[in-house]
């Protein structure tokens, strides 16, 4: 019966993983430094601040997993990305506001982390779209976003994705994008 525990708890650590096995997991995620990458696109990330009036937070942690509320195309001057696509912007418009939303999320992991290093990996992102009922090329546009996760955290970057049009959004802002990450225990 012994014996029998012990395969039981080995199995549990070779499939969860322990302490040991999770430290080599997550050894050399990359072979080069993403914040170094964010300069050579010429990314320059900010401090992150909530509109007045909303009551939330910008990420909730659980384990090793970054929940981040949805952000939108807001530039360093507080203007904002707005109007219908499709009818005020065109596709590659809203790619830029979407590409604009991303380089906003990777300010609040940097303020929320202080080190990029430390993400294994984007899991999952819902890009929503503010459009009309006709407009149809969603995952277009939310690939602003997905493209930039791609240029900064390489193959880590890749995620499962969800684009959907939405009728409106706050301010009229042009997509706004959640994501969850997963990171590393450090």
């Given amino acids: 019966m012994t014996s029998v525990k012990t395969i039981i708890l080995v199995c549990l650590l070779i499939c969860f993983g322990g302490p ?3 430290q080599s997991r997550t050894d050399d995620l ?9 300069a050579e696109l010429g990314i320059q990330l900010t401090e992150p601040v909530l509109p007045p009036g909303i009551n939330i937070v910008f990420v909730r942690q659980s384990g090793n997993l970054l929940y981040l509320s949805g952000n939108g195309p807001i530039q360093n001057d507080g203007t904002k990305i707005s109007g219908k696509v499709g009818k005020d912007l065109s ?7 979407a590409r604009l939303t991303g380089i906003n999320q990777l300010s609040v992991l940097k303020s929320y982390l202080g080190d990029l290093n430390r993400v294994v990996k984007i899991v999952k992102v819902l890009g929503m779209v503010n459009a009309g009922p ?5 995952p277009a546009v939310i690939n602003g976003f997905s493209d930039l996760m791609i240029e900064v955290f390489g193959d880590r970057g890749q995620h499962a994705r969800s684009a ?5 959004l706050p301010w ?15």
């Fill in 172 to 186: 009229n802002i042009a997509c706004e994008v959640e994501m969850i990450v997963e990171i590393t225990d450090d």
């Fill in 30 to 38: 990359y072979s080069y430094d993403v914040e170094g990458r964010i």
């Fill in 20 to 22: 040991c096995l999770s």
């Fill in 91 to 97: 596709v590659e418009e809203a790619y830029e506001a």
């Fill in 134 to 138: 006709d407009f149809t090329e969603q």
């Fill in 164 to 168: 959907i049009g939405v009728g409106s």
